[in-house]
């Protein structure tokens, strides 16, 4: 028999804390002699990366593992089996679990977790198990969300396939059927979509062929599979006319090609499939893909460049690392329907590009702040489009995830 210890971040207010020190549980080791008593002769628990690894699991903390933390301790793997690395446990689908000894729970748990700050991520100890699980198949390989979500696997070493339009394209029935036939995943991840708002506007069908049909028809052929499904939306679904942050019921009014798009392919999704994720989410910044705006407003300022931005339209950017880390969470706990992601913050396009500035070190003068009408675009924009949550902030604040982007932008161009 088999249990597993549900522990989590929760938060009220601006009151962060970890359930397992509450409960005192955390520091328990006895508690391993009452489930061995139970008859549970394998523990399987999550690692909670606010914990261990909020930044990356590179400045990872595994320390507190030698001597806290039972049920981790006891994923650490077998006596005599090479310790378990951090990631695999998240796999809630398919990692192995580990034996306790019923005779010697603490000391055989105990004995293992010695080494596992050694085998922690990317050791080839880490990688076969999680390897010989059923993977997650992520849709939209070479997009920016592709990519971070493949990014953040790796990280957890958690088992995945990063799937290219050539491999799979969502509005092709027959490519959907032969390719979760074949690779049989335990979860999709579809980060594939039409994303060129502007664009959207002179080939609506081709618009529609990726956020409203592809979605619809992975909802379907998931549902069949009773594979759990995560697709996404934006906060281009409302008409900004609510001035305030839109949570998950506020009606949907879209403006624009590109919002309609999205608006017919939640409802498909979920009638298809009510229990897939659907999560709408704000312009992306993120550390490794060059063009978002983040990342060019800096190039621009930096080489001297003027740099134009409207400030009439108030948005939550949100930083694509929080964004995947918080919507994987979210897909391994099961959750269902609309949810709303976010990076917590309300700003324009100008403020934005200021606050990197002068984060950054550079003269923001040559920002251009001007209205969205001078800007010319094709699709009009809601002038007020920032998400909120009826479930909470689950995503660092705005300040905070301009901070780690400059860090973790740094740490990408030291790697390459
Ligand atoms: N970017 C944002 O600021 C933002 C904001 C809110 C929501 N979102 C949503 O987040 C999702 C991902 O956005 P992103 O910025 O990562 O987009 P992206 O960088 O443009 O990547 C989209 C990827 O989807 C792939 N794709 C398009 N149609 C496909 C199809 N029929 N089958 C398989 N793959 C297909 C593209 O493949 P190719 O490389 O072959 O073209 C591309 O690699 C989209 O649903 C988007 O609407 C994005």
């Given at each position: 028999m088999w249990a597993g210890v549900a522990c989590t971040f929760s938060r009220v207010g601006d009151q962060y804390s970890d359930q397992l020190e509450r409960n005192g549980h955390a520091r328990r080791l006895s508690d391993l002699e009452l489930f061995a008593d139970l008859g549970v002769r394998a523990l399987r628990s999550p690692i909670l990366w606010e914990r261990t690894?909020?930044?990356s699991v590179e400045r990872a903390?595994?320390?507190?593992g030698r001597l806290l933390y039972p049920p981790v301790l006891c994923l650490?793997?077998?006596?005599?089996?090479?310790p378990l690395g951090p990631g695999?446990?998240?796999?809630?689908?398919?990692a192995e679990l580990t034996p306790i000894d019923p005779v010697r729970p603490i000391e055989s748990a105990a004995s293992t977790v010695d080494d596992a700050p050694a085998a922690g991520h990317g050791t080839t100890a880490a990688r076969p198990r999680a390897q010989a699980s059923r993977q997650i198949a992520i849709t939209g390989a070479r997009g920016t969300l592709g990519r971070a979500f493949a990014r953040l696997c790796d990280d957890r070493a958690l088992a995945h396939r990063a799937l290219t339009r050539a491999e799979l394209?969502?509005?092709d029935p027959g490519s959907i059927e032969a390719l979760l036939d074949d690779l049989r995943p335990w979860a999709v991840i579809n980060a594939a979509g039409y994303v060129r708002v502007d664009d959207a506007e002179r080939e609506p069908e081709a618009c529609e062929r990726e956020n409203t049909v592809g979605p619809a028809l992975l909802a379907a052929a998931c549902a069949r599979r009773g594979v759990p499904l995560v697709t996404f939306s934006s906060d281009?679904?409302?008409?900004?006319?609510?001035r305030a942050p839109y949570l998950e019921s506020d009606a949907v009014a879209p403006l624009n090609a590109y919002g309609r798009s999205k608006v017919a392919g939640e409802a498909r999704v979920l009638d298809a499939y009510p229990a897939a994720l659907v999560i709408r989410t704000s312009a992306f910044f993120g550390p490794?893909?060059?063009?978002?705006f983040v990342t060019v407003a800096l190039r621009e300022l930096a080489a001297g460049r003027p740099f134009v931005a409207a400030d009439d339209q108030v948005v939550s950017p949100t930083y694509v690392p929080d964004l995947v880390r918080a919507s994987l969470d979210l897909l391994i706990d099961g959750a269902h329907g609309i949810w709303h992601l976010a990076t917590p913050g309300a700003v324009t396009w100008a403020e934005l590009a200021h606050r990197a500035a002068e984060l950054g070190g550079?003269?923001?003068?040559g920002i251009v702040a001007c209205s969205t009408?001078?800007?010319?675009?094709a699709a009009p924009r809601p002038c007020y489009s920032v998400l909120a949550s009826e479930h909470g902030a689950l995503l660092p604040p705005l300040d905070q995830a301009l901070e780690r982007y400059f860090l973790q932008r740094s740490e990408a161009q030291a790697a390459t």
């Amino acid at each position: 028999m088999w249990a597993g210890v549900a522990c989590t971040f929760s938060r009220v207010g601006d009151q962060y804390s970890d359930q397992l020190e509450r409960n005192g549980h955390a520091r328990r080791l006895s508690d391993l002699e009452l489930f061995a008593d139970l008859g549970v002769r394998a523990l399987r628990s999550p690692i909670l990366w606010e914990r261990t690894a909020l930044d990356s699991v590179e400045r990872a903390d595994w320390a507190w593992g030698r001597l806290l933390y039972p049920p981790v301790l006891c994923l650490a793997g077998g006596v005599d089996s090479p310790p378990l690395g951090p990631g695999a446990v998240s796999d809630s689908a398919g990692a192995e679990l580990t034996p306790i000894d019923p005779v010697r729970p603490i000391e055989s748990a105990a004995s293992t977790v010695d080494d596992a700050p050694a085998a922690g991520h990317g050791t080839t100890a880490a990688r076969p198990r999680a390897q010989a699980s059923r993977q997650i198949a992520i849709t939209g390989a070479r997009g920016t969300l592709g990519r971070a979500f493949a990014r953040l696997c790796d990280d957890r070493a958690l088992a995945h396939r990063a799937l290219t339009r050539a491999e799979l394209d969502i509005a092709d029935p027959g490519s959907i059927e032969a390719l979760l036939d074949d690779l049989r995943p335990w979860a999709v991840i579809n980060a594939a979509g039409y994303v060129r708002v502007d664009d959207a506007e002179r080939e609506p069908e081709a618009c529609e062929r990726e956020n409203t049909v592809g979605p619809a028809l992975l909802a379907a052929a998931c549902a069949r599979r009773g594979v759990p499904l995560v697709t996404f939306s934006s906060d281009l679904v409302f008409d900004g006319a609510k001035r305030a942050p839109y949570l998950e019921s506020d009606a949907v009014a879209p403006l624009n090609a590109y919002g309609r798009s999205k608006v017919a392919g939640e409802a498909r999704v979920l009638d298809a499939y009510p229990a897939a994720l659907v999560i709408r989410t704000s312009a992306f910044f993120g550390p490794i893909d060059p063009y978002n705006f983040v990342t060019v407003a800096l190039r621009e300022l930096a080489a001297g460049r003027p740099f134009v931005a409207a400030d009439d339209q108030v948005v939550s950017p949100t930083y694509v690392p929080d964004l995947v880390r918080a919507s994987l969470d979210l897909l391994i706990d099961g959750a269902h329907g609309i949810w709303h992601l976010a990076t917590p913050g309300a700003v324009t396009w100008a403020e934005l590009a200021h606050r990197a500035a002068e984060l950054g070190g550079l003269d923001p003068s040559g920002i251009v702040a001007c209205s969205t009408a001078e800007l010319h675009l094709a699709a009009p924009r809601p002038c007020y489009s920032v998400l909120a949550s009826e479930h909470g902030a689950l995503l660092p604040p705005l300040d905070q995830a301009l901070e780690r982007y400059f860090l973790q932008r740094s740490e990408a161009q030291a790697a390459t």
